[in-house]
């Protein structure tokens, strides 16, 4: 990882994540004022994270809230040596925001799918400013509620669908909120793609090869196309 705001990459590229976010065009911030988005700036750090570089750990304590303004990251949770992909994070959404009401920790890792940009933000003066910004705040608030609506989902999809509705849901989730296409080159391995279904690596790859066999996609290395996206709505409503 490595420290820097002026020398941060900011040619556009294939995918929507790939565009680094300037810090002055987050629209959680659209509320303040011109001395509250001074003090952001003088204390917003703008980090470089390479694929597969942890950003912070579970359980460790929770000094910065933090925004993804280019990449992509994912949220996990660790037991026994065993990952839970709770949630993928693209550019564009904040992460760590549990923290600013809930402990002084951090409630889950986090580690870098991709090259990546994060802004970090003390937590002190977020907690501030939302004390002074009762918008802000409830801006806030409607995104920790929308999260959670989205762990709802998950949940319900871990819980309750066979095997293939749940590898049906994560691609049709990465081809519409990730990518915005059906055609697109897969940044997750195998293994990530089973800790986000909560199966195993083997029925992972077992799972996208009857995909592929039955023509739903197409898939090669680490290049993706859903081909029926019909289909893969079907499998994802009956489980």
Known sequence: MTTSESNINTSANEYPFARIIPADMIPLFRSLSKNEKATLARTRIALEFKKGEIIHKHGAHAANVFFVARGVVKSYMEISNKNLIIGIVPAGNFFGLTSLSVGNVYHYGTKALTD????????????????????????????????????????????????????????????????????????????????????????????????????????????????????????????
């Not at 501030?128 to 918008?135: A, F, G, H, S, V």
């Not at 929308?146 to 293939?164: C, E, G, I």
């Not at 997750?188 to 039955?214: M, N, Q, V, Y």
């Not at 680490?222 to 994802?236: A, D, M, Y």
């Open 116 to 239: 990546s940009t994060i802004y970090s933000y003390d937590i002190g003066v977020m907690k501030e400013m939302m004390r002074k910004n009762p918008l802000l705040a409830t801006e806030v608030t409607d995104m920790l509620n929308a999260q959670l609506v989205s762990l709802y989902d998950r949940f319900f999809s871990l819980t309750q669908k066979q095997l293939p509705g749940r590898m049906a849901d994560i691609l049709l989730c990465l081809s519409r909120e990730i990518y915005h296409t059906h055609n697109f080159e897969l940044f997750l391995s195998r293994k990530d793609l089973a800790e986000l279904t909560g199966i195993s690596t083997e029925s992972t790859i077992r799972i996208l090869k009857d995909f592929r066999e039955d023509g739903i996609i197409d898939v090669s290395n680490k290049h993706l196309q859903i081909l029926k996206p019909e289909k893969l709505e079907k499998i994802s409503a009956t489980g």
